[in-house]
Structure formats: C-alpha cells, structure tokens
C-alpha cells in the first residue's frame, strides 16, 4: 500500500504544530520536510531547530528532504533533531557512498534524491546502501509546480533497477490524483504532496483522494 507524505511546506507558517497534528489525525503516515538553504534551491525554509522543537508533537517518521549545497554538513544536525529518513541530494554529493554510509551511522534511514535532469545511473553502484529513492517530479524549491510527465520512465528505470532490495521509491511534486495514480502504476511507494494534502485544508479527504 502506498504512503502519503505531507509537506510541511505548504503548511500554515504560523501554526505548524497544528498543522502538524491535523494531518496525522487525517492518516498522513510520513511527515515531509522540505529543508531549502537559498542557495541550492532558490528559496529558504527550515532549520534542525524548527524540526526538533516539532518532534515531541508526532508519532510519525519525520522524512526530511535536504535540498542544500552542503547536506554533508547537515547530517548530524537533523538527526539529532530527530530525522527518521534523510535524502540528500545526488548531484552535491561528490562521495555519495560514504554520504550515504555517515546518514545510515547516525540511525536514519538513507535516501537519495535526484533532480528531473539527474539519470539514473548516479545510483548503480550504491544501491546497497540506500533506503529510499526520492525521485523529483517538479525542480526543486516551490511547492505547487506542474508535474514532469519525463520522469515516470525514469521510475518504471528505477523500480527495475532496484529488483528485490528493499528500497522505496518516493515521489516529490505536482502530485494530485491523477499524477498519483500514474506514479504508483510505475512503482512509486511514497508520494509527497504539498499543495494536494492542504488544499482547502480537507486534509482527511485529499489523503484518501491520493490514495
Ligand atoms: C519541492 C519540494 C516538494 C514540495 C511539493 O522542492 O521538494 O516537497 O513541497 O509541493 P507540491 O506538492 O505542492 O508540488
Ligand atoms: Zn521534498
């Protein structure tokens, strides 16, 4: 069965503890967080400080998303927030193997992320060592963009790739409905959504729409 993963970039700023635990109460089963550092992506969101004062208000896995030119130097600071998952970005990981080992040492389950422009070979040889494969279905940095039809070829790739690991692939932006339903016929186990879980705030009934 399919996870849905809200992000809490589309969330109400001032209120996101509330936001936090309504969406749980409405069967979220994995909280997204979208951290941005203004220089990788071009906008800026959330620090390890925001994530760990956030902590004690969830139950579940706190998935963050490091979209960042150093995510290296950042590993440590989310985990000690409290990170579940952390995904680091593919293309600003020079030795991605041994990002990957430093993210599993901590606890966290190990994640890659890689751009709409990024193939899939980047992951050939570090398979072993992942747990989740964020595939980017919009460019990075807004919620709210329009879904990349490109990119289902590269998850039917991915989910071949992957063969009998135990590895999720996740997928992240522009996902409604009908662009969900496209994901998980080609593999997707983990769906991101922003703008489609708060829309007029029915966070119960947009989850279950995605699902
Ligand atoms: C984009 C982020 C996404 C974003 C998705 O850079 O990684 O997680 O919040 O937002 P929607 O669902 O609105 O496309
Ligand atoms: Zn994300």
């Keep these: 069965m ?3 993963a809200p992000s ?11 936001d936090l635990e309504e969406v749980e109460q409405a069967g979220a089963d994995l909280i997204h967080w979208d951290i941005m550092d203004g220089h990788y992506v071009p906008n800026l969101t959330f ?5 760990k004062q956030l902590r004690p208000y969830s139950k579940l ?6 979209m960042v030119t150093n ?3 950042m590993i440590s600071w989310f985990a000690e927030a409290g990170a579940d998952i952390i995904t680091v970005h593919a293309e600003v990981c020079p030795h991605l193997d041994r990002t990957l080992d430093v993210i599993r040492a901590t606890g966290c389950q190990a994640g890659v992320s890689l751009n ?15 747990d989740v494969i964020l595939v ?12 990349l039809d490109s990119q289902l070829e590269k998850i039917r790739r991915i989910k071949a790739m992957i063969g009998d690991r135990d590895i999720k692939i996740e997928v992240d932006g522009g996902i409604n409905p009908m662009t969900a339903a496209e994901c998980i016929s080609v593999g997707a186990d983990i769906l991101v959504a922003g ?8 966070f119960r009934k947009n989850i279950e729409a995605l699902r």
């Excluded at 809490?8 to 509330?18: G, P």
């Excluded at 620090?47 to 994530?51: D, P």
């Excluded at 896995?61 to 490091?66: A, E, K, N, Q, S």
């Design 47 to 51: 620090g390890a400080g925001v994530v």
């Design 116 to 130: 709409p422009s990024t193939p899939e070979d980047v992951l050939n040889y570090v398979l072993d060592k992942t």
């Design 8 to 18: 809490m970039l589309s969330a109400d700023f001032s209120a996101l503890r509330k």
């Design 71 to 73: 995510p290296d130097d």
């Design 195 to 202: 703008t489609s879980v708060f829309a007029g705030r029915n």
């Design 61 to 66: 896995p706190f998935d963050v998303h490091l």
């Design 2 to 4: 399919v996870l849905i």
């Design 136 to 147: 980017m279905t919009v460019n990075p940095g807004f919620g709210g963009q329009v879904f």
